[in-house]
């Protein structure tokens, strides 16, 4: 492999390296898992007859958003223009969508005639392409009950029906309609009205996302972002890792201890920006030991990733692989 031109000596010399030998904490990607990932959602993608375009906010690699468009993705979905400034030449024609707002209260024009308005606005203006609306529902994603899920997109479909027909009634076809994330994606597929999923955490998936109700369409992605920590301090109360809050976000909850042995569960309590104190979850669980290594699930991925220069490529396990690659996040702090 071509060594990277600015990657900190370290992090070169890592590659190759067991993974009980990576530094710690770091952020691992386990690139198996990931690519079961991407092969169970262009799966799920071809199967629906939908477009997908991965939202690459989640990880900002020029090299994750090319392995996404090699296994079928139509492109990246980003939130900053700087953050596909970090990936990709700009076009020269510019398709834009309208935003309606489908149920987060967030962003967009309401549905229906004020959207029909902007729409024609866009049409009007050379050298803008209307391209379709956009209708993300991003609150109903990480609502743990299924049915809460099907209900929230069920009104996100209906006000997105009702816009599409009204743009192509009054003479404005509406090429496509996109939205959707990891959370709901089964429902926005099935719709017939959504042409296109923005779908980005099913890549890496974390803790938040482990709490959702699954529907039994969702293809099962599993976990494949983790931080990588070490004990350094154990007493009889409690153990102490190397990793708080400057390794992992914490808006969604706190990280989860994962690839336990059964009976030997581990709560992770906050412990500051560089500490997280875990405690024996369970009668029978038993404290780590000094230097044992451990692996966290991050609470959100997003602004997980986001503290992070570069992901450790691991592949054959987290038991007894290696490291593999080292994978820049180019549009770290790309935020305009
Ligand atoms: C506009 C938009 N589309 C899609 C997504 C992807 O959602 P997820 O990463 O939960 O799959 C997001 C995430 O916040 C988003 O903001």
């Known amino acids: 492999m071509k060594p990277l031109p600015d990657l900190p000596g370290a992090l070169e010399a890592s590659i190759g390296l067991r993974v009980d030998q990576i530094d710690t904490p770091a952020l691992v990607v386990d690139l198996d898992a990931m690519e079961r990932n991407i092969a169970r ?104 009950s299924a049915a809460d899920r099907r209900d929230a997109i069920a009104a996100a479909v209906q006000a997105a029906r009702h816009t599409r027909d009204l743009l192509t009634n009054a003479g404005l076809p509406v090429p496509l309609v996109t939205g959707s994330g990891t959370g709901t994606l089964v429902h926005e597929a099935a719709s017939g009205v959504y042409g296109e999923l923005q779908a980005g955490s099913f890549l890496f998936m974390d803790a938040d996302y482990a709490r959702n109700e699954r529907e039994p369409a ?20 409690h153990a102490v890792c190397d990793a708080g809050h400057k390794s992992h976000a914490i808006d969604s909850g706190l990280p989860t201890v994962a690839l336990l042995p059964p009976g030997r569960a581990l709560r992770y309590a906050n412990g500051g920006d560089e500490h997280g104190v875990l405690y024996a979850d369970g009668p029978q669980a038993r404290l780590p030991a000094l230097g044992q290594m451990l692996w966290l699930v991050p609470g959100h991925c997003d602004p997980t990733v986001n503290l992070h220069n570069f992901l450790i490529g691991v592949r054959g396990g987290l038991t007894a692989g290696v490291v593999e690659r080292i994978i820049r996040v180019d549009a770290r702090g790309a935020l305009t």
């Open 41 to 144: 959602m262009a799966d799920f993608a071809r199967k629906h007859q939908v477009l997908w375009r991965p939202h690459a906010k989640m990880h900002k690699s020029a090299e994750i958003a090319l392995l996404l468009q090699r296994a079928g993705a139509v492109g990246a979905c980003v939130q900053k223009t700087a953050e596909a400034m970090a990936q990709a030449a700009p076009q020269a024609r510019i398709d834009v969508l309208v935003e309606i707002d489908v149920g987060q209260g967030r962003c967009g024009v309401p549905p229906g005639e004020p959207a029909l308005a902007l729409a024609q606005a866009v049409a009007r203006l050379t050298p803008l392409r209307f391209a379709g609306l956009h209708a993300y529902h991003g609150r109903a994603q990480h609502l743990h």
């Open 218 to 237: 969702q293809p099962a992605f599993e976990q494949a972002l983790f931080v990588k920590t070490q004990v350094i301090s154990a007493c009889s109360s």
